[in-house]
C-alpha cells in the first residue's frame, strides 16, 4: 500500500530556534500534500495544503511567514517552524492522497512529536 | 460552516458490538473516511462511503445517509486491541479531508 514516511518522529528544540519536518511518498508521486496539526486529546487540525511547484495554501488562522512550506518535488514536501515557541509543541502530521481520484484516502506519515522548551 | 459531531467516549467489552455515530454539516460532501488512531499514532484509514447504504469490511462495517447528515462506524467482535479513537472526516470540495474530534472507545475483558 501506499507508504508515507515523515522524519524526525520527534524533536525538541530550544524556543525561538526553527524545525523542518520532511514528508516523503515513497511509492507513489503527491502533487498535494497536507499538513495537520493536533493537540492532545483533540482532533486533526488542517494547517496547510503544500502544492507541488506553487504556493501553498494555509488555513485560516495558520501564519504562514511561521510555517513555511515547500513542496519542491512529487515525493517531498517540507513543513518549517519557524521561531518556535512553547505554544507550538503539537503533533504535525502529513498526508498525501496516493490515487488521483478525490476519493483516495488520504496517507499519513507517523507524525512528528514537536516539544518547544 | 462546517460541524461535525461524534461521541467523545464510550466503552465495550471484548466480543461485543458496538456502534459509533456521526453527524456532518459541511459546506461540501464528496464522501466520508473513517480512519482509527493509536494513541501518538497516525491515523490510519478503515473505510469510505460516498453513496447512501452499508459498506462491509471484516468486523468494521460503515453505514452512510447523505439525506440525514449521518453515518456510523459498527465494530463486531470487539478486542483489545480495538482500543483507541476512531475518527470520522468529510471530504470537502475534494481535496483535504475536515476531521471530526474523536471518539475514544476503550474495549475492556
Known amino acids: 500500500g501506499a507508504v508515507v514516511s515523515q522524519h524526525p518522529s520527534w524533536v525538541i528544540c530550544k524556543s525561538g530556534t526553527s524545525v523542518k519536518i520532511e514528508c516523503r511518498s515513497l511509492d507513489f508521486q503527491a502533487t498535494t500534500m497536507f499538513w495537520y496539526r493536533q493537540f492532545p486529546k483533540q482532533s486533526l487540525m488542517l494547517m496547510a495544503t503544500?502544492?507541488?511547484?506553487?504556493?501553498?495554501?494555509?488555513e485560516q488562522g495558520v501564519e504562514k511567514d511561521k510555517f513555511l512550506i515547500n513542496h519542491a518535488s512529487l515525493t517531498l514536501s517540507t513543513l518549517t517552524v519557524t521561531s518556535a515557541h512553547p505554544e507550538d509543541s503539537s503533533f504535525y502530521i502529513c498526508?498525501?492522497?496516493?490515487?488521483?481520484?478525490?476519493?483516495?484516502?488520504?496517507?499519513f506519515g507517523n507524525g512528528t512529536r514537536l516539544t518547544v522548551t | 460552516g462546517q460541524n461535525i459531531d461524534q461521541p467523545t467516549e464510550m466503552t465495550a467489552t471484548e466480543g461485543a458490538i458496538v456502534q459509533i455515530n456521526c453527524t456532518y454539516q459541511?459546506?461540501?460532501?464528496?464522501?466520508l473516511f473513517w480512519y482509527q488512531q493509536h494513541a501518538g499514532e497516525a491515523p490510519t484509514f478503515l473505510s469510505y462511503n460516498v453513496l447512501d447504504g452499508l459498506e462491509e469490511k471484516g468486523r468494521f462495517s460503515s453505514f452512510l445517509s447523505r439525506s440525514k447528515g449521518y453515518s456510523y462506524l459498527l465494530l463486531k467482535e470487539l478486542q483489545m486491541k480495538d482500543s483507541a479513537s476512531y475518527l470520522c472526516a468529510v471530504n470537502q470540495a475534494g481535496t483535504a479531508l475536515i476531521f471530526g474530534k474523536g471518539t475514544t472507545l476503550s474495549v475492556s475483558s
Open positions: 459541511t459546506s461540501g460532501f464528496n464522501g
Open positions: 498526508s498525501a492522497r496516493a490515487g488521483l481520484s478525490y476519493n483516495s484516502p488520504l496517507h
Open positions: 503544500s502544492n507541488e511547484g506553487s504556493k501553498a495554501t494555509y
